[in-house]
């Protein structure tokens, strides 16, 4: 008894040793690692060129017999005006950024020099490079089951930054999307994008190996864990490991400084850009926290032990705000502002995105609001539940909340594709920037406010058990709503795969004194010679009131309320119950005080309302509101004027 | 003299002024009540004036109705026109200010005559605030100066200064003398705690003014007060801050008369 205690103890400490000291803070196998993948690189600074060698190890986790291997070399989106990528970014325009000049020095690529297989057979000839993809012809059958291994080298050449990866034609470099990548076998095909101006992520769970040799004053930071750094002159080599993450990516830059925080078995790392002072930094690690924190807490386990947030320098700005599995990229700008939040809402987001995209792994370039879309919906929650910055911006008396922000765009967009589009398929950039982010964001704000923030909990949390590490899509999200609430996921439904729309509004408001009939009487058996009975029409104490509402559009909930607003300033909220075949509603009713207002929706909770300004409508002989605000907004203006120019 | 008793004699100048300065505004007021048919300032128990909801509902509003778009324009047209004709006006009560009596007709026909050498003043004088205000960013950027508070106040200080190099200017101009810049700045440099003095009367009244007309825009929108009571309120704050900028130019016209012993 007393042997097993021990051998309990010894392994137990044993266990918690290894868990500490890995890539991952809760032991997997997580996911069905799919691959196996050893890379050596070297990083020469001058020429911002990575040479490579790596071994893969590929697993038929499928069903199916393959007979090839489609690859990413997503480098090569940036390798001539003519890319599919440079085509819809207008020629190397996104995110703010763009392309610097037809230099040399702005285009890269990524090229396999040497391909094998496991007995040193030359398979290069089976390699069909088609830009930015390629496929490898596999001679034999590959059976399920069965691990195929290749041996490769490669060259990957950074372009100067404007769009994710790069150099800045200094000493920082963003090695992303650098590395031959296998696509994904799901649902009976192979899934292999084009690399795209909006969307780039859809990968196989593995394992990766890489060592990096770059000089030893670079600052190295990467996916996964540090295992082991050596020194050898000039140069380093920074060994790290990586379980069950999807993707791999690393950064070295000579200015880098770094800064440390642990939270329950995360390590935190920020590298940033000098000079940055210690509230910002601890800006950056309260926002990884309460990432942290938010997320276990309402969706599931971050698994793995590493978290780095890397700071691009100002001239590489194209690189900031992106995600990567377990290193994401800040904003240029990260010093703190009590105005407004975005240096901790954008890290917030890319860390976010560990989940939806890193984790969850959902396709991001057909789905992508699964990805952009909920991780803007959580990111405001977690700004306000666990930041407790309730509005992103605040200035003097004006106060913004994000929830509100994605309405107004969403609102602002027109609807002409379903939020569930290809992301290229959009009929614009601004049409995809809705539908992945805002609108999404909007559905879910709407959700929450109309079936309850516990049911969305639920959903989440549901999702996460169900479908993490195994690439879900839209269908598997709603089939989980539907589990949870069935009106919920059919409002879902409706308003991620079509192009319904709702607009409530407050049609017309009377309110006046209710008349008190009167004139002559005339009785049934009225008799010639008696003059009839004669009362004055007059006008009760009582006010007798015609509100219509209505709307327009399919998106209904199940009721919405109505704030009444009488001329005492007293309140009473009526529910209307809606029903799709009659679209508007007249409520009529007496009362002892005049009605001034009708509301509809007074806590803006169908945040999916195309124009929330017609909700209201205010009795007539009080509706110079005109003159009211009129007044004062030129008013203000005028004096604005004034002061500044004190003519 | 002393300015209290100026801006006494003057008093009327300031009411006079107020209603040309509505009349020019009109037009985009007009354009305003177009859409003001667009509920927007609603019930503050729901969406007080700043809120997020508040801001939802006006986004909204913008986007669905073209009347406020129109009156920005006209807002934005009718801008420059108002600040050339007050500043018309600025020099024709300074220059009648000199004379130590004033009409209606003479004010008038002084803001004429002095307008084209006033003009001539204002575009000169530009290199003043864009020099100061320069070497208030050299100082931030030499300094590493962060804290957006000491900007605001450092930027705040170098306009008034220029401003208030202006104003000494006009006296110059109001009197048909030359090398009114040069004399301006004499004036103001050797009389700067005058001008210290004037600015902090001036702040005060206009932080007052604008808690007042905050004030104002809170109750104006809210639903039990009387709309008579936000006009005249309106109307009796424009006074206030009228009467407070007549201050602002009588104090520089007795400074000048004092520094250059004028009786
Ligand atoms: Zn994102």
């Given at each position: ?647 | ?199 902090l009367v001036f702040l005060a009244l206009f932080v007052l003014a604008k808690l007042m007309n905050w004030q104002l825009f809170v ?45």
């Amino acid at each position: 008894m007393k042997n097993l205690q021990c051998i309990v103890l010894v392994f137990g400490f044993i266990l918690s040793v290894s868990t500490m000291a890995s890539a991952l803070r809760i032991a997997g196998p997580h996911s069905e690692r799919v691959h196996q993948t050893t890379i050596k690189a070297s990083l020469d600074v001058e020429s911002h060129r990575v040479t490579a060698e790596m071994n893969l190890k590929w697993k038929n986790t499928t069903n199916d017999t393959l007979h090839e291997i489609p690859f990413h070399l997503y480098l090569n989106a940036f390798s001539s005006t003519d890319t599919v990528f440079m085509r819809e970014s207008g020629g190397g325009q996104l995110r703010g950024d763009k392309r610097e000049g037809d230099d040399k020095e702005n285009f890269g690529y990524v090229i396999v020099t040497k391909l094998s297989n496991a007995q040193g057979k030359d398979l290069l000839a089976n390699w069909q490079m088609d830009n930015s993809v390629a496929t490898l012809s596999l001679s034999e059958p590959l059976e399920s089951g069965q691990t195929i291994e290749f041996n490769m080298s490669f060259t990957s050449q950074l372009p100067k930054v404007f769009a994710r990866s790069g150099h800045n034609g200094d000493t920082f470099n963003f090695v992303a999307q650098w590395f031959p990548k296998p696509s994904v076998y799901i649902n009976g095909k192979w899934v292999n994008h084009r690399y795209h101006a909006h969307s780039e992520f859809f990968a196989d769970f593995g394992s990766y190996d890489v060592t990096l040799t770059v000089p030893t004053d670079y600052v190295v930071g990467a996916t996964g864990f540090l295992a082991d750094k050596q020194q050898e002159g000039d140069l380093t080599r920074h060994h790290y490991v990586a379980e069950d993450v999807h993707d791999f990516v690393w950064t070295a830059d000579k200015n880098f400084a770094e800064a440390n925080q642990q939270w329950q078995g995360i390590n935190i790392r920020l590298l940033y850009q000098e000079p940055l002072d210690e509230k910002s930094i601890q800006n950056q690690f309260d926002a990884a926290i309460a990432s942290f924190e938010w997320f276990e807490k309402y969706v599931g386990a971050y698994p793995y032990s590493t978290m780095t947030l890397v700071q691009p320098p100002e001239d590489a700005s194209g690189a900031g705000g992106m995600e990567y599995p377990t290193l994401v990229t800040t904003i240029t700008d990260l010093d703190y502002s009590s105005f407004q939040h975005s240096a901790a809402l954008v890290t917030i987001h890319e860390i976010g995105h560990n989940y939806w995209q890193g984790i969850l792994a959902s396709n991001e370039f057909e789905e992508s609001w699964m990805d952009e879309g909920i991780n803007s919906y959580t990111e405001g929650r977690i700004l306000a539940e666990a930041m407790k910055r309730k509005n992103v911006a605040q200035f003097a008396h004006l106060s913004i909340e994000l929830p509100m922000v994605h309405h107004a765009s969403t609102a602002r967009t027109p609807t002409f594709d379903p939020v569930n589009t290809n992301s290229w398929s959009f009929i614009n950039s601004r049409a995809y920037g809705t539908n992945s982010y805002s609108k999404p964001a909007t559905i879910l704000n709407t959700v929450e406010r109309v079936w309850g923030v516990e049911k969305v909990d639920l959903l989440l949390t549901a999702y996460y058990q169900q479908w993490a590490f195994k690439h879900p899509n839209t269908k598997n999200f709603l089939d989980v709503a539907k589990t949870i609430d069935v009106e919920m996921a059919q409002f879902l439904d409706d308003a991620i795969n079509t192009t319904k729309t709702i607009d409530f509004t407050v049609v017309s408001l009377q309110s006046e004194k209710k008349h008190q009939g009167g004139g002559y009487r005339l009785l049934l058996e009225q008799q010639s010679e008696v003059t009839p009975e004669y009362t004055k029409p007059s006008k009760s104490d009582l006010y007798s009131n015609t509100v219509t509402l209505a709307y327009q559009g399919e998106l209904t909930p199940p009721s919405i309320e109505v704030l009444l607003t009488f001329e005492d300033g007293s309140e009473e909220t009526h529910i209307w119950q809606l029903d799709a075949n009659k679209q508007w509603k007249t409520l009529r009713f007496e009362s002892e005080v005049k009605l001034v207002e009708a509301i509809v929706d007074p806590r803006f909770t169908l945040l999916l309302d195309k124009d929330l300004s017609n909700n209201i409508k205010k009795e007539r002989s009080e509706s110079n509101q005109a003159w009211r605000w009129v007044v004062s907004l030129l008013q203000s203006m005028h004096h604005l004027i004034n002061a500044f120019l004190p003519l | 003299m002393s300015t209290v008793k100026l801006l006494w004699q003057y008093k009327w100048v300031a009411l006079i002024t107020l209603v040309f300065e509505w009349l020019i505004l009109a037009p985009v007021l007009l354009m305003m009540l177009r859409f003001g048919n667009k509920e927007v300032v609603v019930n503050l128990a729901q969406t007080p004036i700043g809120s997020s909801n508040f801001f939802g509902i006006f986004i909204d509003a913008f986007s669905t109705s073209p009347g406020l778009v129109y009156a920005v324009i006209a807002f934005a047209i009718t801008v420059p026109t108002l600040i050339l004709f007050k500043f018309a006006l600025a020099v024709g009560t300074m220059a009648s200010m000199h004379e130590g009596k004033w009409s209606f007709s003479q004010w008038l026909s002084l803001s004429g005559k002095h307008f084209l050498r006033a003009i001539g003043l204002l575009l000169r004088w530009l290199i003043v605030p864009a020099i100061l205000c320069g070497l208030a960013v050299l100082v931030f950027k030499l300094f590493d100066i962060e804290s957006a508070v000491s900007k605001i106040i450092t930027l705040a200080v170098c306009w008034f200064l220029s401003i208030s190099w202006l104003f000494m200017s006009l006296n110059g101009v109001a009197r048909n003398e030359s090398w009114s810049l040069k004399n301006g700045a004499i004036t103001l440099f050797k009389n700067l705690h005058q001008f210290l003095l004037i600015v902090l009367v001036f702040l005060a009244l206009f932080v007052l003014a604008k808690l007042m007309n905050w004030q104002l825009f809170v109750n104006n929108s809210d639903i039990n007060t009387t709309l008579l009571c936000g006009v005249f309120g309106a109307f009796a704050i424009a006074l206030f801050m009228r009467i407070v900028v007549l201050y602002w130019q009588a104090a520089h016209v007795v400074v000048w008369r004092k520094h250059w012993k004028i009786n």
